[in-house]
């Protein structure tokens, strides 16, 4: 019995993995895309997970909200933060200084 938990522990552990590095290309997908439609430089090509939350979803028991970080810049010279909040496997919103983007309007 002892044996089954800790394969069913290892079988979670995995799943989460995997799923937090799809949502995170995801994340890095959707901000390079954001940039380019407001001709912004996506600077370092990457997002950086900043939160991950538990939120209660209609649809299912729970949902994990991620907030990732990536930075932009509109002239090359200054660097600004922006936000990606990622619901499950889809984008929730971006945020930049430019403007606030629902899933929407974003891509």
Known sequence: MQQ???????F??????IDTVRVKELARQA?????K???VQF????VVKQQTRIKYHHASLFQLVRHY?????????ERKTG????????LGEIQMDLHTYD???AL
Request: include cysteine; hydrophobic fraction near 40%.
């Open 12 to 17: 979670f552990i995995t799943a989460y993995w």
């Open 103 to 105: 899933n929407q309007d």
């Open 83 to 90: 936000v990606i909040i990622m619901r499950g496997q889809r």
């Open 31 to 35: 901000g390079k895309i954001i940039c």
């Open 37 to 39: 439609k407001h001709d």
């Open 43 to 46: 600077l370092d090509n990457t």
């Open 4 to 10: 089954l938990f800790y394969l069913f522990i290892l």
């Open 69 to 77: 970080d990536f930075e932009y810049s509109i002239d090359g010279s």
